[in-house]
């Protein structure tokens, strides 16, 4: 079975700083992916980053870059330069290696302070 | 592109009644779709796959008789909560995949369902 941890329930962020949100999972199939969501309050998923177990580099969109680590089987989102609509939640999946299905963290919740 | 729309946003009900929710793929053809329900302050937790023209398919645990889910089309995908009550209050959402979108899921706004 899969399992995702996220161990931060929440944190401030100056505006302009960056911050690292911690992921790690536990999978026994070699092949799989990583995502990182983003719930405002909204309620809306939207996608941020995507990993593949395969690449061979960390993947990176805009101010958003991914810090994997496969043999320690991390995969660390890091926003840069924090924004005051950057407060949200923020969701860690990892997508079976069969049916596309979503195995969510329990998410955390992330404040940028002005 | 890649919009997936639900109806109703919220919607409040007695208890003992049904909902229907509907998840619709506004711009393309969703050979996949996904349900998930998500408890305040949780994460989201996969109920099921619903793959068009065949019988869902349900998580461990989510009863199948009281989620009933219907893929009719392409772009259409139903879940009815049959015989709500107060514990079935919770935030649902829809994604939906395409062949071509290969891991990406589309999201789509949620449903908040509250039984009185």
């Known amino acids: 079975a899969q399992k995702i941890t996220q161990t931060q329930p929440g944190m401030f962020v100056q505006e302009k700083e960056a911050v690292t949100l911690d992921c790690t999972y536990d999978?026994?199939?070699?092949?799989?992916?990583l995502f990182w969501y983003k719930q405002p309050s909204s309620g809306e998923m939207i996608f941020l980053i995507y990993?593949?177990?395969?690449?061979?580099q960390n993947a990176t969109e805009g101010r958003y870059s991914l810090n994997f680590q496969k043999a320690r089987k991390s995969a660390n989102l890091v926003i840069s330069a924090s924004q005051l609509g950057d407060s949200a939640m923020y969701f860690c999946a990892m997508e079976r290696a069969a049916g596309n299905k979503l195995t969510f963290g329990g998410g955390t919740r992330v404040l940028v302070k002005p | 592109g890649a919009v997936v729309s639900q109806h109703p946003s919220r919607v409040i009900c007695k208890s003992g009644t049904s909902v229907k929710i509907e998840c619709r793929s506004l711009d393309f053809q969703a050979t996949t779709m996904f349900w998930y329900r998500q408890f305040p302050k949780q994460s989201l937790m996969l109920m099921a796959t619903s793959n068009e023209g065949s019988k869902a398919t349900y998580e461990q645990g989510v009863e199948k008789d009281k989620f009933l889910i219907n893929h009719a089309s392409l772009t259409l995908s139903t879940l009815t909560v049959t015989s709500a009550h107060p514990e079935d209050s919770s935030f649902y959402i829809c994604?939906?995949?395409?062949?071509?979108?290969?891991?990406?899921?589309?999201f789509g706004p949620g449903t908040r369902l509250t039984v009185l």
């Open positions: 994604s939906a995949c395409t062949e071509s979108s290969y891991n990406e899921q589309f």
């Open positions: 999978t026994s199939d070699p092949s799989y992916g």
């Open positions: 990993q593949g177990s395969y690449d061979q």
